[in-house]
């Protein structure tokens, strides 16, 4: 036991003698455990965001819609792809499964005003049948969503969003006043409930919700969508299949052909994040690879100079007594605690990093335990991978012709 304390203690006095250039060694192994520590909690905020979004989808929604998430189609497959109708939304209606569904739409990049204000042009518009709200989860805090006479009759009502709310009528009740919309006037019937908005913006605030009979008169047709309400959470999955092969049906799709169709739900939403979050995991990985790389040739580098520095301290240590496994271990353990302090400094800067996202977007970071132990372990391993060679070349020195060097 004293023998590994006076070990561990000459190996910390080489840190302590020579600082900067230990320092500077440690940049690789820094930067790679940085990376991995910083990129998991950000990915596990994102994680957290993604799933919380999610929530507000409900458990038992779903949506079919023309296009997929998740990358461009070529030009021949956007073309394949038919645009959902008003058909299609009454016999998704008709289906035993389905308790109600709804038509939607929305256009982004908006300007609203009032008398006194005007909003940027950034509102996203969201319109949509009466269903909308029901199948979207989406809850109305003040006054009351627009009612199925105000839809079929095309009046212009309006429910706002609350930072919407908060631009026009500062410090007033916004349900009964009036807005404009691409030069029209709208009445607020209502204001949504606040929402929060994903990696920290507020673009599920910052909204305004209209029937979809009054959005085609000033927008036009333009790529409808339809939420889905299954019958119960449990009946989900069998709903969405009916659904599915309606739709098939309805676009004479044959049996070996692929969907032009997708279905949107919390479990397809969930695997696109999955399968982003492993290639962004991935390229962290192999970012953190190299930077160890570089961080364990600078330990070799080190410690062969640590070796050559001490020829004389070596040999009057093998002169005194010391085995070649004393003298093994006192270097690869210098080498192990050089990359070990760098894995620490990178885990705490990590931490921090993840911290400072947590402030800067608004992301529920949170750096998993297997990060951290993860960082310090390859550290570690780095630090003995490269610091054997040194520490088994001080182990064979001829102790007589070490204490003649200068």
Avoid at 4 to 20: E, I, K, M, Q, Y
């Amino acid at each position: 036991m004293m023998a590994l304390w006076d070990t561990l203690r000459l190996a910390f006095g080489t840190f302590v003698s020579n600082p900067l250039r230990s320092f500077l060694t440690l940049l690789g192994i820094v930067i790679g455990a940085t990376t991995v520590v910083a990129m998991m909690g950000i990915i596990q905020g994102l994680r957290n965001q993604v799933n919380e979004s999610l929530s507000d989808l409900g458990p038992d929604c779903f949506q079919v819609q023309r296009l997929p998430f998740g990358g461009p189609l070529s030009p021949a497959e956007l073309a394949r792809r038919p645009r959902l109708s008003d058909d299609d939304l009454r016999a998704i209606r008709e289906q035993p499964l389905v308790l109600r569904a709804a038509a939607e739409d929305s256009k982004g990049g908006v300007k609203v005003s009032t008398a006194q204000r005007e909003s940027r042009a950034s509102v996203n518009i969201w319109a949509g049948s009466p269903e909308y709200f029901q199948t979207n989860s989406v809850t109305v805090e003040n006054g009351r969503a627009f009612t199925d006479t105000e839809y079929m009759d095309g009046r212009r009502v309006v429910v706002i969003g609350p930072d919407l709310a908060d631009t026009l009528f500062p410090g007033l009740e916004a349900v009964g006043q009036s807005v404009r919309i691409q030069g029209r006037s709208f009445l607020v019937v209502g204001t949504l409930k606040r929402r929060g908005g994903f990696l920290g913006g507020g673009g599920q605030d910052n909204n305004v919700m209209m029937p979809l009979t009054v959005f085609r008169q000033l927008f036009g047709a333009r790529d409808l969508r339809v939420s889905i309400q299954a019958r119960s959470a449990e009946l989900l999955p069998r709903a969405q299949d009916e659904v599915t092969m309606l739709m098939r049906r309805r676009h004479a799709l044959k049996p070996h052909e692929e969907d032009d169709f997708f279905v949107y739900s919390n479990e397809s939403a969930t695997e696109m994040f999955n399968n982003i979050s492993t290639v962004i995991s991935v390229a962290s990985f192999g970012v953190c690879l190299l930077s160890l790389l570089v961080g364990g040739i600078g330990i070799l580098n080190i410690m062969l100079v640590a070796v050559t520095e001490r020829t004389r301290e070596i040999g009057i240590r093998k002169a005194l007594g010391a085995k070649k496994r004393r003298i093994l271990a006192q270097f690869a353990l210098e080498a192990v605690v050089l990359s070990l302090v760098g894995g620490v400094l990178g885990v705490a800067l990590g931490v921090a990093l993840a911290h400072l996202a947590r402030w800067v977007m608004g992301l529920p970071t949170e750096v998993p335990g297997w990060a951290v132990a993860l960082s310090l372990a390859m550290s570690c391993g780095v630090g003995l991978g490269f610091g054997i060679y040194p520490a088994a070349r001080a182990a064979k020195l001829d102790p007589v012709e070490a204490m003649r060097t200068e």
